[in-house]
């Protein structure tokens, strides 16, 4: 099981923010990465990440009984939810409650019950309000949330719904999500 987690949520206009994220990321950081952005069955999410050569990180599909491993980043199929639960991910069909997929409620939910004070939770650029409750969740059993300045964010709705709500250490740039992960995660001894 992975020290630390980060789950990263998004929607409308995250991509070009979670690209800024990742690339600031070394292939030896010390914490395994979750990607959940709103994406119908069609989501190709992967496969543009694999097109980026300045993203240094190993980057995989989420899959059901996958133990999340430190310097991997983890995308969510188009369409599905992923949860964790005995520290391993679990993909689903069904999150009651909730009118997105993937679900970033229910997976900052099942990481905060899972890692705890382990736990940071990152909420990019996207519209209405997934994630807010996932992050107080968070907050409540002692784990992380950073937020993407909404005035940095094409679409502020989200990240915004999280600072007015909750309790994020940083508002700050996706880029500057990045280096302050580095610097508070750190890295493995493997070479970077």
Same mark, same amino acid.
Request: hydrophobic share 45%; with cysteine.
């Given at each position: 099981?992975?020290?630390?987690? /980060?789950?990263? @949520? =998004?929607?409308?206009?995250? *991509?070009?923010?979670? #690209?800024?994220?990742?690339?600031? $990321? ?48 983890? /995308?969510?199929? @188009? =369409?599905?939810?992923?949860? *964790?639960?005995?520290? #391993?991910?679990?993909?689903?069909? $069904? ?98």
């Amino acid at each position: 099981m992975a020290n630390k987690v /980060v789950a990263i @949520g =998004a929607s409308a206009g995250g *991509l070009e923010p979670l #690209r800024e994220l990742l690339r600031e $990321l070394p292939p030896n950081f010390a914490a395994a990465i979750i990607v959940a952005v709103h994406s119908g069955p069609e989501s190709r999410l992967k496969n543009t990440l694999d097109l980026f050569s300045d993203i240094s990180l190993e980057i995989c599909h989420a899959e059901s009984g996958i133990e999340p491993t430190p310097g991997v980043v983890y /995308v969510v199929p @188009g =369409a599905k939810h992923v949860l *964790l639960s005995h520290g #391993r991910l679990e993909i689903s069909d $069904l999150v009651r409650d909730s009118g997105f997929r993937p679900s970033i409620d229910a997976l900052f939910m099942t990481l905060a019950t899972e890692y705890r004070d382990n736990a940071i939770a990152v909420v990019l650029s996207g519209t209405l309000n997934d994630g807010m409750r996932g992050a107080q969740v968070l907050y409540d059993l002692g784990g992380i949330t950073l937020v993407q300045d909404p005035e940095d964010a094409k679409f502020a709705s989200m990240p915004q719904s999280v600072v007015q709500a909750n309790h994020p250490v940083e508002i700050i740039s996706a880029k500057q999500i990045g280096r302050w992960l580095v610097e508070s995660v750190g890295t493995t001894d493997l070479e970077a």
